[in-house]
């Protein structure tokens, strides 16, 4: 027999939490495997966020071949306790979340990864802030979930000049 671990899902889920963008909430995704900061096309609408020309000519490719120029960026109000900042993302059309941080976000914050707790910390402003995973919600089959348990396949991002 084996012993189940009840922290299993920390291992086998890709972080997300919900944070405030302006006034609403939305869901984040920390990928410290994206090479990129994402805002989803959808979320520039649900927000009434404006977007601005992409300052560089880039174009994404995911593993399946399935190439997407970038040709817009957005500055979207993050808040998550005592972390309230604009963070630049690139505008895609995005289904696992309304707000991807990738490393740029990871790297600019010199963010710690704590793997085993599947937590992420940094200090800002004098203070340490720590995140923490919402656990996944299993699916309601009769109803279209706002919160995705699992992403199956995890999709590399890589950046075409």
């Not at 604009?86 to 790297?107: E, I, K, Q, T």
């Not at 200090?123 to 109803?143: M, V």
């Amino acid at each position: 027999s084996t012993i189940r671990d009840d922290n299993e899902w920390k291992q086998t889920t890709i972080f997300h939490t919900f944070i405030l963008c302006g006034e609403r909430s939305c869901k984040l995704v920390i990928d410290n495997g994206s090479c990129m900061d994402i805002v989803s096309k959808t979320t520039i609408g649900f927000l009434n966020l404006e977007v601005e020309p992409h300052p560089k000519s880039l174009r994404v490719s995911w593993v399946n071949r399935t190439s997407l120029p970038i040709s817009e960026r957005c500055l979207v109000l993050i808040k998550m306790g005592d972390y309230d900042d604009r963070v630049y993302c690139d505008v895609l059309p995005m289904d696992v979340a309304h707000v991807l941080s990738g490393r740029p976000w990871l790297y600019d914050l010199h963010v710690i990864n704590h793997r085993r707790e599947n937590t992420f910390a940094f200090r800002y402003k004098g203070k340490n802030i720590i995140l923490n995973p919402d656990k996944p919600c299993p699916k309601d089959h009769g109803s279209q979930s706002k919160v995705t348990p699992r992403v199956p396949i995890k999709k590399s991002l890589h950046i075409l000049d």
